[in-house]
């Protein structure tokens, strides 16, 4: 595009800004948090501030990383790039076009606007006579894959660099519709939108992007009516509390575990709320209206039915499905780790170990966050499981074997990685959750994590706010204090942990069975 059509481009775009200033921007964070809940999208824009709920310490945590990893990348980019970060939003908006149009190779805090767009990307890199738009990233550029792939773009990055990549189109200044990611890793990952999103989901990533834009608008323009829907993602939101006052004021279908956000807008179609769906006839409607459980299925579908029906009944009791297979031992122990997932690094080993003298927590902590001290903690552990070789292992989800398997990988000499997985994988080990908890019981809980299991049964955790986030934002503080105080934390809340385990089971082996 030649200066002439450029500098038209800008004039209308700031034109069409200052008609706009008033409505909602819609901007690359916005995006963001659309992909995981359109509903905090529209709660961010019209709810009272005051129902917010206090900020979340860990993720200010996650915040205060990632501002140091974007310094840390910054200071060694070259050429040195322009900051354009100090200054009011006006005069950095007039600096980044004039950047632009002096051919200045690098870019770092512009800012650009377009009607109701705005946007402010982390660098702008010169290709040619045009630029390209880029973030940079305290995570992995792309997500899943495995040694023969290296994975698939991430939607909540792609919509953020899409608006960039957007805006610069519309002032004239765009290379072409791609963008990139410098990520954790230190690669530079190419997200072009030109692509289709994977063999399954037609269209390409740039319609993807259009499509959560238009929702957006949507939402911002009062079009569009959001509900709240409980999930994971929930619990690192400000609105957490709120949201979930509402679900259970109406009964939301999302109060069932594993329903989520999508397939309750699915069920939602036809069962209005929690009452409704436990009391249909699910066989009968499946078989009358096959698109109402479409991509579920009856078995399924029949699953959470069981769990409304506990929900709902303030006398219930959690029942099993089928006769369970538990382990039993005369020494058992049960075993959670503690991890850092940003800096990928464990921290922790902790044992509750239950055998005829007794019961005690055994536990191996790394002293800082060097890959030395990471490196020991897992060679103590791994050599207390080896001098216990008949004791079953159990633990709750796979996210421990994961681990040790990654460690494995890192520290060969201590043990391979298929050695660290054999030591936390059948016969020897026992997964509570997906060998038992998932698939063959029924709890009248919101959720199945082990903490949500246990408090029912009667146990209590001896910190008020006991998370693996905290416990992260709890290593963190004595790493830097030294506070033994801090440290005793920890291991009070990974000992409580596995108690809590040992709790479950000697549920599950009294738990009545019950068939449908």
Request: proline share 5%.
């Amino acid at each position: 595009m030649d200066d002439d059509r450029r500098s038209n481009a800008e004039g209308i775009a700031g034109r069409k800004q200052r008609l706009s200033d008033m409505q909602h921007r819609i901007t690359a964070s916005l995006l963001y948090n659309l992909v995981l809940c359109p509903h905090r999208v529209e709660r961010d824009m019209f709810s009272d501030p005051i129902e917010k709920d206090p900020p979340n310490a860990f993720v200010e945590l996650l915040w205060e990383r990632g501002s140091a990893f974007e310094s840390s990348v910054v200071e060694a980019l070259r050429p040195e790039p322009l900051n354009l970060r100090a200054g009011n939003d006006e005069a950095r908006v007039r600096a980044t076009l004039t950047a632009m149009r002096e051919g200045v190779p690098l870019i770092i805090g512009g800012r650009l606007e377009s009607d109701d767009l705005l946007g402010e990307p982390d660098l702008l890199r010169r290709e040619g006579d045009r630029y390209i738009a880029g973030d940079i990233k305290s995570g992995r550029g792309l997500e899943g894959g495995d040694e023969g792939d290296g994975g698939r773009l991430k939607l909540h990055y792609a919509v953020q660099l899409g608006l960039y990549t957007d805006l610069l189109e519309r002032l004239g200044w765009s290379v072409a519709r791609r963008a990139f990611v410098w990520d954790v890793e230190s690669r530079e990952v190419s997200y072009d939108f030109e692509l289709q999103q994977s063999p399954k989901t037609p269209g390409t990533w740039w319609d993807a992007y259009q499509s959560h834009l238009e929702l957006a608008r949507g939402i911002a323009n009062g079009v569009e009516k959001t509900t709240p829907a409980l999930c994971g993602d929930c619990k690192m939101c400000h609105w957490m509390s709120a949201c979930s006052r509402k679900a259970e004021e109406v009964g939301d279908l999302s109060l069932i575990p594993e329903v989520g956000r999508s397939r309750r807008d699915r069920l939602g179609r036809r069962f209005p709320n929690i009452r409704a769906f436990a009391a249909a006839d699910l066989t009968a409607i499946a078989a009358a209206e096959s698109e109402v459980l479409k991509g579920i299925g009856v078995g399924q579908a029949l699953r959470w039915q069981a769990r409304a029906r506990l929900q709902l009944d303030p006398a219930a009791h959690p029942y099993s499905v089928t006769e369970l297979e538990l382990p039993f031992g005369e020494t058992i122990l049960y075993f959670d780790v503690e991890t850092d997932p940003m800096l990928d690094f464990c921290y922790l080993h902790g044992f509750w170990v239950v055998d005829v003298a007794g019961k005690r927590f055994v536990e191996f902590h790394a002293a800082d966050a060097t890959r030395a001290e990471e490196r020991s903690a897992f060679a103590s552990a791994v050599d207390f499981v080896r001098s216990l070789p008949t004791a079953p292992i159990v633990h709750y989800a796979p996210y421990e074997r994961v681990t040790w398997r990654g460690l494995g990988e890192r520290y060969p000499d201590v043990a391979t990685a298929d050695e660290a997985q054999a030591l936390l994988s059948t016969p020897r080990a026992f997964d509570l959750y997906h060998g038992a908890i998932r698939p063959h019981t029924i709890w009248p809980t919101r959720d199945y994590s082990i903490k949500s299991v246990a408090k029912h049964l009667g146990f209590s955790w001896r910190d008020r706010h006991p998370s693996g986030a905290a416990s992260i934002e709890w290593f963190q503080a004595w790493l830097k204090s030294g506070d033994p105080a801090e440290l005793q934390r920890i291991l009070d809340y990974n000992e409580d942990d596995c108690r809590a385990m040992e709790v479950v089971l000697d549920a599950l082996r009294k738990l009545p069975v019950k068939t449908h």
